[in-house]
């Protein structure tokens, strides 16, 4: 009996030895993160194997995935396969419960014991989840300082906002990006919120260093929104001319307050950390934690809301929360500065929200009761919303957006553009707000005329005479330079290759894209769909550009078609940088186009085979990943 109780002390002991050799971190901190949809719950590590719990959180009846070339790597460069999922099938899609949250573990080969921290990829594709910096010695990271440069300013509770300058100069955005990995991304969009510049999403292409810094430059006529697009979040800020505008990017900190699991645990400071123009108020605007969106960002809970609704019905659904908006703005701590801009973004947003109001009510009810291509048509342009008399009085209201302090919200440029939508926009402006003079005005008719010249028109002698009739010269100057650029790009378009502009010949509307299409038979084509004013049709295409230099020696031709929407002149001088074979089609091609294909939208791509068969069709930019292994598809069938 003694005996076989110390055999099975033996066992007891054997296993308890076993079990303590598994090193196992709860909730590991991290650096960066592509996505919040998974999150590390907990690393078990044995002598075996490597198991990451993950816990998913994503939208309710859609599905993730894990892909089968995922991988660890660790900090000494080490590369770990996944071996597979418990709870999950790699590869295949794993749909969400009505919660939102699931559970599954992914399995890896063990892991040495002097390694610190650990990446996880699921490969070099677009939508790859990846996870940086995951920290195993958990202690050390928490010790780890932030550089002196990371300063939060002494606020002011009384200062006043400022009134910005109008001139016309460069605006200078530095930073740096810490703990950065160049595996991270290499460069980032800068989105240029200006009320002109918006009208085309223009983007400026910031390069990272080696070391997470990066700098930019941009002309601007006054303070100016910007946003950096970076993989881990958006960060938000304010630029202006003559100023330069500083930033130290926390990414660790950035991503904990976006993730379920931590958002509890100790803080590692602030996101983003500001110097120089406007420190203090910027730092603070980062701070802001009242939602002044007056409804869901979410369109389609907008829609089933309002689906059916009055236009009297439907402002005060809008305009409901404003007053409890109102009231936390004036009971937060925040400084008068910060809420002074803060009451101007509820003017900005409630103004937009109002001005778009025959569409939405239309959109929601297209999109809500599910109407084919055909009946959208006949119901947005046949049925009629009653506005009734006096609706717009309530822009009486928001006189902020009017004033020169409305250039630091950073919805003003949106608001310019939806303005636009609202019928006799400027006479309902005036009679509104009392005047027709204004910040405001001067923002709706430079924006018309950047317009214009972004559309490589030239300023006509008419308009040059307009630029007088500014308030402030800074407005005239951008667009003389604006217009002297566009004038020698113009110029030097005449002088491009490698583009081909093609006439589709008499034919009818049935034989139209099998004719456009037999000229390149035998072929593969990436057919697509765009137009010059979509923005992301331009910004696919520039995407699309170092793919096409690296398929440059396959049998591949890409075929651009687009409607008379593009106005012939700015399609001819856009084309010269977008190298492919061109047709402009009428508008009625155009539509029976639209409809014959069910294209909902621009940009809508095409893969033809060499027989002529349709191999992908997608509306929305599918990613160059997607893209180039669709076309190699076709081109070995």
């Known amino acids: 009996m003694k005996r076989f109780a110390w055999i099975i002390g033996l066992i007891f002991c054997t296993i308890c030895t076993i079990q303590a050799k598994d090193r196992v971190i709860e909730r590991p901190p991290f650096l960066a993160w592509s996505s919040n949809s998974i999150e590390i719950d907990k690393i078990v590590m044995s002598d075996t194997v490597t198991t990451v719990y993950i816990k998913a959180f994503y939208r309710p009846k859609y599905w993730i995935k894990i892909a089968t070339g995922s991988f660890l790597k660790d900090n000494n460069g080490m590369l770990y396969p996944i071996r597979k999922g418990v709870g999950i099938t790699l590869d295949k899609e794993f749909w969400m419960p009505e919660s939102g949250e699931a559970e599954f573990q992914l399995l890896f080969p063990p892991i040495p014991e002097n390694v610190t921290s650990l990446d996880f990829s699921e490969g070099d594709f677009d939508g790859a989840y990846k996870i940086w910096g995951i920290q195993l010695d958990k202690d050390t990271f928490y010790k780890q300082k932030l550089p002196k440069e990371a300063v939060v300013h002494k606020i002011n509770k009384k200062a006043i906002l400022p009134t910005p300058k109008l001139v016309y100069g460069t605006a200078t955005l530095k930073g740096k990006i810490l703990d950065y990995q160049k595996e991270m991304m290499q460069q980032m969009k800068m989105h240029i919120e200006s009320p002109a510049l ?28 910007v946003a950096l697009e970076l993989p881990f979040g958006w960060i938000e800020c304010l630029i202006a001319p003559n100023e330069e505008t500083s930033l130290i990017i926390n990414t660790k900190e950035l991503c904990r307050r976006q993730a379920h699991l931590q958002k509890k645990d100790k803080t590692y400071g602030e996101p983003v950390y500001f110097n120089g123009y406007l420190a203090s108020l910027q730092q603070e605007l980062a701070s802001v934690d009242i939602d002044i969106v007056l409804k869901s960002v979410y369109y389609m809970d907008m829609y089933n809301d309002i689906a059916g609704k009055s ?327």
């Not at 999403?201 to 941009?218: P, R, Y």
């Not at 500014?470 to 002088?495: C, D, G, H, V, W």
């Open 311 to 637: 236009a009297d019905e439907y402002k005060a659904y809008v305009l409901e929360r404003l007053p409890s908006i109102r009231k936390e703005i004036a009971q937060s701590p925040y400084s008068n500065a910060c809420k002074e801009l803060l009451n101007i973004q509820v003017d900005l947003a409630a103004t937009g929200k109002i001005a778009m109001t025959e569409r939405e009510l239309k959109s929601a009810y297209i999109t809500v009761n599910k109407l084919n291509k055909e009946q959208t048509d006949d119901y947005f342009y046949n049925t009629r919303i009653d506005i009734p008399t006096g609706y717009y009085d309530i822009l009486k209201e928001f006189t902020s957006i009017n004033t020169l302090k409305a250039l630091y919200g950073k919805y003003y440029a949106s608001t310019i553009y939806l303005i636009s939508f609202l019928p006799n926009s400027l006479d309902v402006l005036k009679e509104t707000l009392g005047t027709g003079q204004g910040p405001l005005f001067d923002n709706i008719k430079f924006n018309k005329l950047y317009q214009s010249i972004k559309d490589f028109t030239p300023l006509t002698t008419e308009q040059n005479a307009e630029l007088k009739t500014f308030s402030s010269p800074a407005y005239a100057e951008m667009l003389t330079q604006t217009n002297k650029e566009i004038i020698k790009k113009i110029e030097l378009n005449k002088r491009k290759t490698g583009f081909t502009v093609n006439e589709t010949g008499q034919v009818s509307n049935e034989d139209l894209f099998p004719s456009i299409i037999s000229k390149f038979r035998g072929h593969t084509l990436l057919v697509d769909f765009w137009a010059t004013w979509c923005g992301p049709c331009r910004t696919a295409n520039k995407a699309i550009t170092p793919m096409k230099e690296e398929l440059k020696d396959k049998d591949i031709i890409y075929l651009y078609i687009t409607g008379e929407t593009s106005p012939k002149g700015t399609w001819e001088n856009m084309i010269t940088d977008i190298h492919g074979e061109h047709f402009r089609v009428t508008n009625e091609q155009w539509s029976f186009l639209m409809s014959s294909f069910n294209i909902r939208g621009v940009p809508t791509y095409f893969v033809v085979d060499p027989e002529g068969n349709i191999t992908f069709k997608q509306t929305g930019f599918p990613g160059v990943d997607t893209m180039k292994k669709e076309l190699m598809k076709a081109l070995n069938k």
């Open 198 to 225: 918006n009208v085309h999403n223009e983007q400026n292409i910031i390069k990272i260093k080696e070391d997470g810094t990066f700098q930019a430059e941009v002309k601007v006529a006054s303070v100016t929104s």
